[in-house]
């Protein structure tokens, strides 16, 4: 499996899929990929959803030379937990809905409103934001894009006497855009859905809380980021939430950033931040210059159009023991016949490995442990 391990490593501007049941290997096979990077000194970001694997990463940087953010800290930070009540809230729908609506209105194809820098798309964005969702959703966005600021710049713009201004002139806008069909079904949606516990504490006591580090200043610097959100370790709407607002930050910070090193992006779990916002991550990854790297239990825990999003910009998958709907699935997908009934015989440690490569196009059975 080395020999492909450095293939892997090697391929860049494309992503691998790790696909299969629980305990078969993936994690282990994750971690390997990790070290191939961390000895090679190449910074890369580990999303890890499901287990110790931020730990064992962490305890292999001999060097100093990464960021992280753990889930239990972020609660204890800021006496942050949502319990059943809150949920019931539309909390989670809430921040689900700062990522839906942040997504739409940064379309790269849409001129005007991310330029070179990401301040005036920002600006586009929050100015609306303070209007329909008041000060506590503002400072949700600000601190999506620069974790390290600390609301300072709320105030500027909650002093500015053209607030009155802004959701008029962005609604014009979107409205020219797309008929009309943007502001009618989705703006008023989050309108009348989305702000009605914004005020809930705990909320405001994450949105407010003065984060010390800067995905931003992670890229800037070359430095690798691990963010342990594991579900063992924090409430599974917890670990979703964090998840999701950091893969925003993510996008956003690769979109604007400087030319730089280019970067792995881990996940390990993936069904946990499947959203449009990593659809677009997936589709954005060559222009983007990172290697996405996710596991993922089952193909129906995420919906249609993210496969097709995952598989179309995927190079090559290694596709673990799955089940006979995910084995069927791959096997029409790829054109692959027999791969249905070889997936679900599979015993642990192996794998067969699909490259999609140009002139590299591989489909046999390898062993990962």
């Not at 629980?22 to 999303?47: A, C, D, M, R």
């Not at 601190?143 to 802004?166: A, F, I, M, Q, T």
């Not at 239990?297 to 709907?325: H, M, P, S």
């Not at 791959?330 to 067969?352: D, H, T």
Request: hydrophobic share 35%; glycine share 6%; net charge positive.
């Amino acid at each position: 499996m080395s020999k492909y391990l450095d293939q892997i490593r090697n391929v860049q501007e494309r992503n691998v899929l790790l696909l299969g049941i629980s305990g078969t290997g993936k994690s282990n096979l994750l971690g390997k990929l990790i070290n191939s990077n961390i000895k090679v000194k190449e910074p890369f970001i580990l999303f890890d959803f499901d287990g110790n694997l931020s730990e064992k990463t962490e305890h292999s940087m001999k060097l100093s030379n990464y960021d992280k953010y753990y889930a239990e800290d972020l609660e204890k930070s800021v006496s942050f937990y949502l319990d059943k009540n809150v949920l019931e809230g539309n909390v989670y729908d809430l921040v689900l809905g700062i990522i839906e609506l942040v997504n739409k209105l940064l379309d790269p194809e849409k001129k005007g409103l991310v330029g070179p820098k990401c301040e005036k798309g920002i600006d586009v964005i929050t100015r609306t934001l303070v209007e329909v969702g008041k000060f506590d959703l503002y400072k949700a966005f600000w601190l999506l894009y620069d974790l390290d600021n600390g609301g300072k710049e709320v105030r500027k713009y909650l002093d500015s006497p053209k607030l009155k201004h802004y959701k008029e002139a962005l609604e014009k806008l979107l409205q020219e855009r797309t008929g009309g069909e943007f502001h009618i079904d989705y703006l008023n949606y989050v309108e009348e859905k989305m702000f009605k516990k914004v005020d809930s504490p705990y909320i405001k006591k994450l949105l407010t809380y003065p984060y010390k580090k800067s995905v931003r200043d992670t890229f800037k610097k070359g430095r690798s980021l691990i963010l342990d959100f594991s579900k063992q370790k924090t409430d599974e709407e917890v670990s979703i939430i964090l998840g999701n607002l950091f893969m925003l930050a993510v996008l956003l910070t690769l979109r604007t950033r400087q030319p730089g090193k280019n970067y792995v992006i881990y996940i390990n779990g993936l069904q946990n931040i499947s959203s449009r916002t990593f659809s677009s991550l997936m589709m954005e990854s060559r222009p983007l210059k990172i290697t996405i790297i996710p596991t993922l239990e089952y193909l129906q825990q995420i919906n249609r159009d993210e496969i097709d999003a995952i598989l179309g910009n995927t190079a090559a998958l290694i596709l673990f023991k799955t089940n006979d709907y995910d084995a069927d699935f791959l096997e029409g997908y790829f054109n692959y016949k027999g791969l249905a009934k070889q997936l679900p015989k599979l015993k642990k440690g192996q794998a067969i490995l699909v490259s999609r490569l140009p002139g590299k196009e591989i489909k046999q059975r390898v062993n990962v442990v």
